[in-house]
T-cell receptor
Framework: EPEVTQTPSHQVTQMGQEVILRCVPI?????FYWYRQILGQKVEFLVS????????KSEIFDDQFSVERPDGSNFTLKIRSTKLEDSAMYFC??????????????FGPGTRLTVL | QKEVEQNSGPLSVPEGAIASLNCTYS??????FFWYRQYSGKSPELIMF????GDKEDGRFTAQLNKASQYVSLLIRDSQPSDSATYLC??????????FGAGTRLFVKA
């Protein structure tokens, strides 16, 4: 069964460093998402991406964050200068249908980001 | 601020019983409603989605939606120990942003 994959599974970085989290969505999916979940807290929407551009973003997704689909398979989240409060689990998700219709998002296993 | 509220639990039910999980949401413009299951340390897994008022059944799961009351519920029949997890209610308006509740922890006692 196709699945969303994410690398690395765990990333440790120093405050102020840049990190890139990588995702490979399911191959025929057209909509891509990043979420984060701080330990013990809610899953929070960060950004959605369709047709090579951001379709919607949350207040969390400020200028420190960017997303890119550098090739036909990868979808990346970059955090330019990490802060302690960026420590969280980051989930990538993908879906095939228009979000206004029958949309099933498949989540990847997540990348745990630890900022020291 | 659009909110999705859930009782954090834990909700404890014996094996074979019906577990009832509830969720309320603040945005009347919400259009799509989802229930996810999340095991500790794992990613959310979609159980069901519902768009229209009423009930939707899928195996042991039934989702119920009442848009007038801004209320969504999930019933799990014949609960099994493997159902023990955190259940996340999620809501979406007409766009791409999905808002999640904090989740209800369910324990099914063998």
């Amino acid at each position: 069964e196709p699945e969303v994959t994410q690398t690395p599974s765990h990333q440790v970085t120093q405050m102020g460093q840049e990190v890139i989290l990588r995702c490979v969505p399911i191959s025929n999916h057209l909509y891509f998402y990043w979420y984060r979940q701080i330990l013990g807290q809610k899953v929070e929407f960060l950004v959605s991406f369709y047709n090579n551009e951001i379709s919607e973003k949350s207040e969390i997704f400020d200028d420190q964050f960017s997303v890119e689909r550098p090739d036909g398979s990868n979808f990346t989240l970059k955090i330019r200068s990490t802060k302690l409060e960026d420590s969280a689990m980051y989930f990538c998700a993908s879906s095939v249908f228009d979000p206004g219709g029958a949309d099933t998002q498949y989540f990847g296993p997540g990348t745990r980001l630890t900022v020291l | 601020q659009k909110e999705v509220e859930q009782n954090s639990g834990p909700l404890s039910v014996p094996e074979g019983a019906i577990a009832s999980l509830n969720c309320t949401y603040s945005d009347r413009g919400s259009q799509s409603f989802f229930w996810y299951r999340q095991y500790s340390g794992k990613s959310p897994e979609l159980i069901m989605f519902i768009y229209s008022n009423g009930d939707k059944e899928d195996g042991r799961f039934t989702a119920q939606l009442n848009k007038a009351s801004q209320y969504v519920s999930l019933l799990i029949r014949d609960s099994q120990p493997s159902d023990s997890a955190t259940y996340l209610c999620a809501v979406r308006g007409g766009g791409f942003k999905t808002i999640f509740g904090a989740g209800t922890r369910l324990f099914v006692k063998a």
